[in-house]
């Protein structure tokens, strides 16, 4: 009788154990399947997806998820090279674009294709100056590919908050001879600044990058300084410490995240430096200086239009 008391009493407390689970989620929780073989519970889109963690011990799955930064987050879902083409979700800002339209059909053209792209809030189309402004949280990267998926020549030219901050974007060009890249850096509010990064000519596997002190590029990367770090930054890991890029076998690598307290204000002049180890233990292979880049409505200008050629076609 005792043994029949005990074994209904831990099979009672299964059904408890979930009821529990699902009054302290913040999420809806779906009922167990028919065959009562799993419960299956909705986390938040900041939570890494239940692929990642497959793979951990039925140990390591019972405890508590960590916290996890925005920029941790976003390294892991960009870490795989696989991956590198998925959307991100990011913090929403204006994104501004120069489109080759040249009557109503283009414009209608452009914005069924991007309506077509989850993750954007508005969609604004000024055909007499062939400038598509969105506002959204996906990759530069994501809207660009659809944009030129009409069949039309496209080019970022303005990214930030409109009349927010006096210095809202940021750009660190890597032009070779061997890695090619670009990074962009737009504020997104005082405590939070969007990292958006493309490279090419890597060797695969992962590599550390920063942003370093200093812009001095006379020795490349090993000239720019330690990792920069501003003096009120209590955190026993370096602000500009960007964590860990990892290049696939194309030597092709991607990120999408966002950084907290990080003003893009006190980056310029500053570089950004890329490594061949993960812990930055070497001299650097490659960096760029932090320049400033046009914020929302700085960039409508086109070349001289004497020779036809516009902003697009220009190097």
């Known amino acids: 009788m005792v043994g029949f008391l005990r074994a209904f009493a831990a099979a009672s407390a299964v059904p408890a154990a979930a009821a529990a689970a699902c009054a302290l989620s913040s999420s809806s929780c779906s009922s167990p399947s028919p065959s009562g073989s ?8 900041s939570f890494p997806s239940a692929s990642a963690s497959a793979s951990s011990s039925p140990s390591t799955s019972a405890r508590a998820p960590r916290s996890i930064t925005p920029m941790a987050a976003a390294t892991a879902a960009t870490a795989d090279p696989s991956a590198a083409n998925k959307d991100t979700a990011l913090p929403e800002l204006t994104t501004e ?34 400038v598509v402004r969105v506002l959204g949280s996906l990759p530069v990267k994501t809207m660009l590919d ?33 890695i090619f890249g670009v990074v962009r850096l737009a504020q997104v509010n005082m405590e939070l600044t969007r990292v958006e990064a493309t490279f090419s000519g890597l060797s695969p596997g992962k590599h550390g990058w920063s942003i370093n002190e200093f812009g001095d ?6 000239s ?8 009120d930054h209590s955190s026993d890991k370096p602000l ?31 570089s950004i ?21 046009a914020g929302v409505g700085e960039n409508y200008k086109k070349l001289c239009t004497c020779d036809g050629v516009t902003i697009w076609e220009s190097s």
């Open 217 to 222: 590029l006379t020795r490349g990367a090993e």
């Open 146 to 178: 659809a944009l030129q998926q009409t069949g039309r020549d496209a080019r970022l030219i303005g990214q930030g908050n409109p009349n927010d901050f006096l210095v809202s974007a940021a750009v660190a060009e890597f032009k070779g001879p061997v």
């Open 97 to 130: 674009f120069m489109v080759d339209m040249k009557c109503e059909g283009c414009v209608k053209a452009v914005r069924n294709k991007l309506e077509t792209l989850e993750g954007l809030k508005n969609i604004e189309v000024d055909l007499n100056n062939q």
């Open 224 to 231: 720019t300084g330690k990792v920069y770090n501003p003096p």
């Open 38 to 45: 799993k419960l299956r519970f909705h986390l938040p889109a």
């Open 240 to 270: 500009g410490d960007l964590g860990t890029l990892e290049a696939g076998e194309n030597g092709e690598a991607h990120f999408s995240g966002s950084k907290e307290k990080l003003k893009v204000v006190d980056l310029i002049g500053r």
């Open 273 to 293: 430096a890329l490594y061949t180890t993960e812990d930055r233990s070497d001299s650097g292979i490659a960096a760029a200086v932090i320049a400033r880049s």
